[in-house]
């Protein structure tokens, strides 16, 4: 759905991971980081959820606007130790919250949950830093497992949770909002892809960009970067344009969709009307359900 807020759908239940739903990733809608775009859907038209999972409570990651918006909504909150704290100040029933320390593990509804390491930090003000833990979740359903990365910096963590819980069907990984000079809170694209070699996962769609300007490079050198390692190294790799579906019975590795976006330029008086623009990029293997498009 954008950055790192994923839907996903288990066993006919929803799951809801980081939602952020707010026109800034700030702690005021006045200034900070903007949005792209809009969310593919609104809070309002989200369906009942089973449990929302959090990784952390940077302001990319955790909105309270959201929060407080799924609460009645939403049957269990899964939060690092501290997080949840926060959710209970908001207003979220203690009896909806599970706090975890790392390899701690609840299960719901048949699917088990494992809050895993992640090398990150944690702090919302100038005086709450690292008060509160970061994680990374393994999610087992059966014979399929998926890995959510949230936020880290590449360390060997990953070659402990891929040895102890892989493979994964499906990695959900950081890929975005990095800078040279964050080495051990963020990854490089080339790490990104070592960490899902090291997780030993099947499919990898990069998340955590293409909604918020986090630092300095171009909104779109996520997606390139991310892709053209994947495919020079033959790794299976998705990117949906955000809210299309992914279904892990018929992977597909989808459009370069945002070789098609262009920034919005200023109208002109009475324009005349434009033709639609092509569409770029490319479907390779596609095994995707036509209800995808």
């Not at 980081?18 to 702690?27: C, G, K, M, T, Y």
């Not at 976006?261 to 008086?269: K, L, S």
Request: charged share 20%.
């Amino acid at each position: 759905l954008g950055h790192s807020t994923v839907l996903l759908k288990l066993r006919d239940q929803f799951w809801l991971t980081d939602p952020v739903f707010a026109e800034r990733a700030s702690p005021v809608q006045w200034a900070g980081p903007q949005r792209f775009h809009q969310p593919p859907i609104s809070l309002e038209d989200l369906p009942p959820i089973k449990a929302v999972i959090l990784s952390h409570n940077h302001y990319d990651h955790l909105d309270r606007m959201a929060i407080k918006a799924l609460t009645d909504k939403t049957e269990h909150f899964l939060a690092p130790l501290g997080v949840g704290d926060t959710l209970i100040e908001w207003g979220v029933p203690a009896h909806k919250v599970r706090q975890l320390d790392w390899w701690q593990s609840p299960e719901m509804a048949g699917i088990e949950f494992f809050a895993t390491p992640s090398q990150h930090f944690s702090g919302r003000t100038l005086l709450d830093s690292n008060r509160t833990l970061w994680a990374s979740w393994v999610i087992i359903d059966g014979d399929q497992r998926i890995f959510f990365s949230g936020d880290s910096g590449y360390f060997d963590g990953f070659k402990t949770i891929g040895e102890q819980y892989g493979p994964f069907d499906l990695t959900l990984m950081e890929t975005g909002a990095y800078n040279v000079e964050w080495p051990h809170v963020h990854m490089q694209p080339e790490q990104t892809l070592q960490a899902h070699l090291d997780l030993r996962g099947r499919w990898l769609l990069p998340i955590h960009n293409g909604t918020f300007d986090l630092s300095m490079h171009a909104w779109h050198e996520p997606f390139d970067r991310i892709l053209a390692l994947a495919w020079e190294q033959n790794v299976s790799i998705t990117t949906p344009v955000m809210g299309q579906p992914f279904y892990v019975q018929y992977p597909c590795r989808g459009l370069t969709w945002w070789l098609g976006v262009d920034e919005v330029a200023e109208p002109e008086p009475e324009p005349e009307p434009e033709p639609e623009p092509e569409q770029h990029g490319r479907v390779t293997n596609c095994k995707c359900p036509r209800q995808n498009a």
